[in-house]
């Protein structure tokens, strides 16, 4: 199977599944290699028909007969592993996927070389599992030895390079490094036009990608129509129902959320909810996610007893796949009590937002960027209840390890002042806020430039910061330029 039909949704595994040829060989060994092959073609034929449980006893049948034929560490074993693993993948089973990508990979280092267009392949396969699993650090250098590898071996223009740079480009954009994003997607967008086709589906995960990078950054209108032209290419390459369809949808509709557009929002998850119930089941990671989705949606509407629901059902999916200590676990447990902070419900709010914090602190270490989100949550849920001495050190606390983490000058640390300041403001303390404000202003201008949407914040703070103050021009002044952005953004009030 060509790989570029492996995945619409980035980062990309190479070479998908792969069709073997039998082996010259005699007797019973020549008989298994053809079963094994035989094999390969159902596996590829269930795996595109979306039977991923069906396809995985068939792989594993596959590498058995090649192992017993061929033995433990022949070179067409690891594209068994691949074959094997890359089903596991596409069901979020990475427990079961990681040992048989480090396998294939060191049989094909060990058999071919490490500077073997296989190896690349392993390499990026294994990187592809740790970026699944928010290992960022791990995957980037292993897509970077991938890169190098395909670019000496194929030159610069291969569809495989390409390749290589979407996925790079994706460990840049999961670490909001935007700047160092965006020209990878569009090299390899040029690439896979000129080498396959402006619509093939490779285009259209790689616009999923560079759409989600203008997404992050509050550029909206440019994200929008490559977003749309992505679903096109997917709905036409795999039709209405499939799985990748759904990746596409779940884009555009984070679009009309951010722009406000609700209503166009909602039947698109609804949609790509139903095509992954039918997919993978009711208790699937892929399910959870369009759940949390639909919750944030629903949130967002103020139709908070949906949002509950939707948030309960996602983390009880998220414990049974992961088990009550995962990260992700305390990620549903954080926006389940942000969602009771919300309604003034602090009783309910505080051990869902203390559990999720004993969570990341023993799972990730107390120095975790995560960590300083459940901080700013609890404090939160203080700082509501006029609680404001036990809310400052928790804030304070949030804000040093935003800027031990990511420096200085990050967005990140633009939010850990926002909050801080708006404890101090809130306790009239104003000499206090002001700088704190000031200088996120600052951060973010020049993080992301003077018309991201996140700007909108600190400027309505800062306003009303003013006006307590009794200082009318500068408040009229941030209101103006608040007001202005919204319209050049096209945002509505309140968005």
Known sequence: MDFLRRSLAAPLLTAGLLFLSSCSDSGKNSEALEEATQLDAEVIHLYEEGDYLQAAFFARRALGLREEALGPDHPDVAKSLNNLAGVYDVQGNYKESQPLHERALAIREESLGPDHSDVAESLNNLATLYHARRRYAEAEPLYQRALAIRERALGPEHRLVAESLNNLAEAYRAQRAYDEA????????????????????????????????????????????????????????????????????????????????????EPLYQRALAIREQAFGRENLHVARTLIRMAE????????????????????????????????????????????????????????????????????????????????????????????????????????????????????????????????????????????????L??????????????????????????????????????????????????????
């Open 297 to 440: 949606l629903s949130q967002a509407k103020s139709n908070f007893r949906t949002a509950v629901i939707l948030h309960q059902r996602s983390l009880s999916i998220i414990e049974g796949v992961r088990g009550p200590e995962h990260p992700e676990v305390a990620e549903r447990l954080n926006e389940l009590a942000k969602l009771h902070r919300i309604q003034g419900r602090y009783d309910e709010a505080e051990p869902l937002n203390q559990r999720a914090l004993d969570i990341w602190e023993k799972a990730l270490g107390t120095g975790h960027p995560q960590v300083a989100t459940g901080l700013n949550d609890l404090a939160l849920i203080y700082k509501a209840q006029q609680r404001h001495v036990e809310a400052e050190p928790l804030y304070q606390r949030a804000l040093g390890i935003l800027e031990q983490a990511f420096g200085l000058e990050h967005p990140e640390v633009a939010t850990g002042l926002n909050n801080l300041a708006g404890l101090y403001q809130t306790q009239g303390d104003y000499a206090k806020a002001e700088p704190l404000y000031r200088r996120a």
């Open 182 to 265: 965006e020209p990878l997607y569009q090299r390899a967008l040029a690439i896979v036009e000129k080498d396959l086709s402006p619509e093939h589906p490779f285009a259209g995960g790689i616009l999923n990608g560079l759409g989600s990078v203008y997404d992050a950054q509050g550029r909206y209108s440019e994200a929008e129509p490559l977003y749309r032209r992505s679903l096109v290419i997917v709905q036409k390459a795999f039709g209405l129902n499939h799985p990748h369809v759904a990746t596409a949808l779940d884009r555009l509709a984070s679009v009309y959320v951010a722009r406000g557009r609700f209503e166009s929002a």
């Open 442 to 495: 600052g951060i973010l201008e020049r993080a992301v430039g003077p018309d991201h949407p996140n700007i909108i914040k600190t400027l309505s703070n800062m306003t009303g910061l003013y006006q307590q103050m009794g200082r009318l021009e500068q408040a009229t002044e941030f209101a103006t330029r608040e007001q202005q952005m919204r319209e050049r953004l096209g945002l509505t009030q309140g968005s």
